[in-house]
């Protein structure tokens, strides 16, 4: 069975730091798209980064706070998240997509992770 675990989220104040991982399960997700999407109470989901091979993307949101990294070697992804606001409050979600398109549409993602919260105290 394929899967993708999240895990690492909390609640920290802001102006802290967190650091969420995405392992994956049941195949290979090395030539994948990995990546994070977010959903806030009350809104739609929402990108936040993706990573493949040597490319990154991220959300403007989150530039220069953010930054995706990957150990193919062990199928995970991670997102360390510095600089959190209030904002940045929501459930966050681990997705894999083999899309050749960069970046993939949203529904092109095939497998997501069940979520993991972040809640950023003011």
């Known amino acids: 069975q394929v899967q993708l675990a999240e895990s690492g989220g909390g609640l920290v104040q802001a102006g802290g730091s967190l650091r969420l991982s995405c392992a994956g399960s049941?195949?290979?997700?090395?030539?994948?798209?990995m990546g994070w999407f977010r959903q806030a109470p009350g809104k739609e989901r929402e990108f936040v980064a993706i990573?493949?091979?040597?490319?990154?993307l991220y959300a403007d949101s989150v530039k220069g706070r953010f930054t995706i990294s990957r150990d193919s070697a062990k199928n995970t992804v991670y997102l360390q998240m510095n600089s959190l606001q209030s904002e940045d409050t929501a459930v966050y979600y681990c997705a894999a997509s083999r899309s050749v398109q960069w970046p993939p549409r949203e529904r092109d993602y095939n497998y997501w992770g069940q979520g993991t919260q972040v809640t950023v105290s003011s």
């Open positions: 990573h493949r091979w040597r490319s990154q």
């Open positions: 049941g195949r290979t997700f090395s030539n994948d798209v």
